[in-house]
C-alpha cells in the first residue's frame, strides 16, 4: 500500500462501509489478501444502519438471522435489533475481526475509470484525493439516494421538510406540539408514524397505496432468555434456521394461492388492530401479496386509533406554505413536512461515475434499467464486482452480502495469485444470464402487477428483484465458471 494520505493504490478498493463492504474486507483478509481499502463517504460503519435516523427504525428481519454466519456470539439484546444496536454489532465486528485499518471515512468516491494500460481501476473522491486499484468492489447499496416527490409548491412550503433518510439523529424534540405531515405510508412510514405520533401535535399520514403490514414481535429478551442464548449456542442457530424458512417462504413462490391467502390472514389479523371500520377499510392492502414489500409492524395499525393522527387517502394535488392540499379541496395545516417516500433503489453503483474499457459509461450502459452477472460483473467493467447489484434483492440479504463476498473473494484471488491483468464477464454470458432471469421474473404473477414502484427502473424493467431463493442464487454463485470470464494475464516485466 502507497502512503495514505488520502491517496493510495492498493490491490482492492472497496466502496462503502456498510455490512456488505466491511463482509468483503473481513473475507479478504480472511483469504489472505491484505491490501484492501474500504472508502465510505460517511463518518461512520454500518451503511444503511448509520446513515438512516428515524424514530423507530429497527430491523425487520430476526438479528439471528441479520448476522454474519461468522459472528453468530453478539449478545443482542431483543429479537429485531434497533438502528443503533445493528450500528454497535457492525463496528464490534470491524473490531473482532481486525479491518479498522482498512476503511478511510469521509471519502465519498465520486469517479472510477479503468485503465486498461495499467490494468488499473482510478478513483477520485469529492475531496480531489485520488486512489487506485487492481480490483474494484462497489458496496454502495440500494438504498443510498433519494429526491424529494414530484409535489407541486413543495419548495414554497414556509417549514421545515425533513426526508426519513435525513432524520437528525433520533431526534423527536422539534416534532413536539407541532401539525406534522408525513407523506407516504411504505416501509419507513410504518416506523417512523408509531413513533412519532406520541410526541406531535397532530398528524396527518398521506396515503397514496396501501401496504401489507404483517405483525412484528417487539420487546426485550428477558434474562434467561439471554443467558440460554449465550450459553447454548444451538438456540441461536434454530432461530436463525426458523428465520430463513420464514423469510424464504414469504419470497418464494408467490403466486401461490393457498399459501398467500394464509399469510394474507395474518396480515389482515393486524389490521384488525384499527378500531374505526372506515380507517380501517382505508388501510385494508389492496395490491396482490408479493407485489410490494411486506412490511412488519404492530404498532403502525394501532397508531391510527389516536385522536390526534388521522389518515388521509384523497390524493395530494399541491403543498402551500402552510398546508398539504389534497384532491377533494382540504387544507391539511401543517408546520412540519415529513417525506416517507423511500429510495432510488434502481442505480446501484450507477451513483459514482464509472467507466470501464474505452470510456464506456456504466450510467449508459444500464440506460434500460441495471443489469449484471449474478449481479455483480458486467461486461466492459474489467476487475469489477457489485455487491447488493442488480436483481439480488430478496431473502436474508446478510445471507446473500456473504454470497456475493464469497464469489468476489474468489475471483479476486484467483486475480491477484495469477498476475491476471483484467477478469472480464463474456457479453454472451451476461446476456444469457439476464434472458433467463428476466424470464423467471416474469413467470412471478405478483411482481407484473400495479405494485411497488421501487422494484422497476424508469424503462419497467424489474432490476431489484431476485427471483432465486437465497439457497438457489448460492448454489447458482458455487459452480466453477471461470470460463465465464475473459481472462488476460499481465506482460511479464
Ligand atoms: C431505512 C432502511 C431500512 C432497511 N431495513 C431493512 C431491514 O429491516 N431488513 C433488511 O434485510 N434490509 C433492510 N434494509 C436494506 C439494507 O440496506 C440492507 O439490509 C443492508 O444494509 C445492505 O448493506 P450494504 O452494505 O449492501 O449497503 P448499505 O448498508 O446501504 O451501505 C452502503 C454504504 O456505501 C456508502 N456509499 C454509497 N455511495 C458511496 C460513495 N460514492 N463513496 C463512498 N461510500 C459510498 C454509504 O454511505 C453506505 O455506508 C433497509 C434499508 C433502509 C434504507
Given amino acids: 500500500m502507497g502512503a495514505d494520505n488520502g491517496e493510495a493504490d492498493a490491490d482492492v478498493i472497496v466502496i462503502g462501509a456498510g455490512p456488505g463492504g466491511i463482509c468483503t474486507a473481513i473475507q479478504l483478509r480472511q483469504a489472505g489478501i491484505d491490501d484492501v481499502l474500504v472508502l465510505e463517504r460517511s463518518s461512520g460503519v454500518g451503511g444503511t ?24 456470539d453478539h449478545e443482542w439484546v431483543r429479537p429485531f435489533a434497533t438502528r443503533a444496536e445493528i450500528v454497535e454489532y457492525m463496528e464490534a465486528a470491524v ?11 469521509d471519502t465519498h468516491v465520486v469517479s472510477a475509470r479503468w485503465d486498461d494500460d495499467a490494468g488499473r481501476w482510478n478513483l477520485v473522491d469529492a475531496g480531489g484525493g485520488r486512489w487506485t486499484a487492481r480490483v474494484l468492489v462497489g458496496a454502495v447499496g ?39 405531515s408525513v407523506i407516504g405510508t411504505a ?12 410526541h406531535a ?5 398521506f396515503q397514496r397505496t396501501s ?29 436463525r434456521a426458523k428465520a430463513a424458512r420464514e423469510l424464504d417462504d414469504l419470497f418464494a ?18 389490521l384488525e388492530a384499527v378500531r374505526d371500520p372506515a380507517i380501517r377499510e382505508a388501510l385494508r392492502p389492496t395490491a396482490r401479496l408479493g407485489a410490494q414489500r411486506p412490511l412488519l409492524s404492530s404498532e403502525f395499525y394501532d397508531a391510527f386509533n389516536r385522536a390526534d393522527v388521522t389518515l388521509v387517502t384523497s390524493p395530494i394535488v399541491e403543498v402551500t406554505p402552510t398546508a398539504v392540499r389534497t384532491a377533494d379541496g382540504v387544507d391539511h395545516p401543517t408546520d412540519h413536512i415529513v417525506l416517507a417516500t423511500g429510495y432510488l433503489a434502481h442505480k446501484f453503483l450507477s451513483v459514482v461515475d464509472v467507466a470501464g474499457r474505452d470510456g464506456v459509461a456504466l450510467r449508459d450502459k444500464w440506460a434500460d434499467g441495471a443489469y449484471a452477472y449474478l449481479g455483480m460483473t458486467v461486461e466492459d467493467f474489467p476487475n469489477l464486482f457489485m455487491l447488493y447489484g442488480p436483481n439480488t434483492n430478496g431473502g436474508s440479504i446478510i445471507d446473500k452480502l456473504e454470497t456475493q463476498t464469497r464469489y468476489i473473494v474468489g475471483k479476486t484471488t484467483y486475480l491477484l495469485k495469477n498476475d491476471v491483468h483484467a477478469l472480464e464477464v463474456r457479453p454472451e454470458i451476461v ?25 422497476r427502473a424508469p424503462s419497467g424493467r424489474v432490476v431489484t428483484q431476485c427471483p432465486y431463493t437465497v439457497v438457489e442464487y448460492d448454489r447458482m454463485t458455487r459452480v466453477d465458471d471461470l470460463d465465464a470470464y475473459a481472462v488476460t494475464f499481465a506482460e511479464p516485466s
Avoid at 438504498?143 to 409535489?151: D, H, L, R, S, T
Wanted: aromatic share 12%.
Fill in 49 to 72: 444502519w448509520f446513515n438512516n435516523r428515524y424514530p423507530g427504525l429497527a430491523c425487520d428481519v430476526s438479528t439471528d438471522l441479520y448476522s454474519f454466519s461468522f459472528f453468530l
Fill in 95 to 105: 473490531d473482532r475481526f481486525g479491518v479498522r485499518d482498512t476503511i478511510r471515512l
Fill in 142 to 180: 440500494m438504498f443510498n439516494e433519494f429526491v424529494p416527490p414530484a409535489i407541486p409548491g413543495l419548495d414554497t412550503f414556509a417549514g421545515p421538510v425533513t426526508h426519513t433518510a435525513e432524520w437528525p439523529d433520533d431526534e423527536l424534540g422539534f416534532l413536539v406540539g407541532r401539525r406534522v
Fill in 187 to 198: 416501509a419507513s412510514a410504518t416506523q417512523v408514524v408509531p413513533a412519532i405520533a406520541p
Fill in 201 to 205: 401535535g397532530h398528524l396527518s399520514v
Fill in 211 to 239: 401496504n401489507w403490514v404483517f405483525p412484528k414481535e417487539h420487546g426485550l429478551y428477558t434474562e434467561q432468555q439471554r443467558r440460554d442464548r449465550r450459553e447454548d449456542r444451538s438456540v441461536i442457530e434454530a432461530g
Fill in 253 to 270: 413462490d408467490l403466486d401461490n394461492e393457498a399459501k398467500t391467502a394464509e399469510q394474507s390472514a395474518v396480515a389482515l389479523g393486524n
Fill in 431 to 455: 446476456t444469457g444470464y439476464n434472458a433467463q432471469l428476466q424470464a423467471d421474473i416474469g413467470a412471478v404473477r405478483a411482481w407484473q402487477v400495479e405494485g411497488s414502484r421501487y422494484y
